[in-house]
Nanobody, 116 residues
Framework: QVQVVESGGGLVQAGGSLRLSCAVS????????MGWYRQAPGQQRELVAA???????KYADSVKGRFTISGDNAKKAVYLQMNSLKPEDTAVYYC??????????WGQGTQVTVSS
């Protein structure tokens, strides 16, 4: 059974920073990519940032220059450093991992709230 567990969410003022962490445990075939998605109330879930096992990264335009994704293949972990946070970054942030067969695994989500 595969578990994906996020941590690091919380309440922060606009302009502040947060660091999200995610770790995968259990029987999972080699991980091809991991990423962070977010979903605000009434909105669709959207990709925030992703990283492949080879280190290639991808970001949503709205977070480029403010957020940085990094990963640790040995620990099956991924991190999201979020700087210069804005109220529009408020959402539930979900961690995702894809195994080598393209099977996705999702975490339960962690709330990030940015006050103005």
């Amino acid at each position: 059974q595969v578990q994906v567990v996020e941590s690091g969410g919380g309440l922060v003022q606009a302009g502040g920073s947060l660091r999200l962490s995610c770790a995968v445990s259990g029987s999972i075939f080699s991980i091809n990519a991991m990423g962070w998605y977010r979903q605000a109330p009434g909105q669709q879930r959207e990709l925030v940032a992703a990283i492949t096992s080879g280190g290639s990264t991808k970001y949503a335009d709205s977070v480029k220059g403010r957020f940085t994704i990094s990963g640790d293949n040995a620990k099956k972990a991924v991190y999201l450093q979020m700087n210069s946070l804005k109220p529009e970054d408020t959402a539930v942030y979900y961690c995702n991992a894809y195994d080598k067969y393209g099977v996705p695994y999702w975490g339960q989500g962690t709330q990030v709230t940015v006050s103005s």
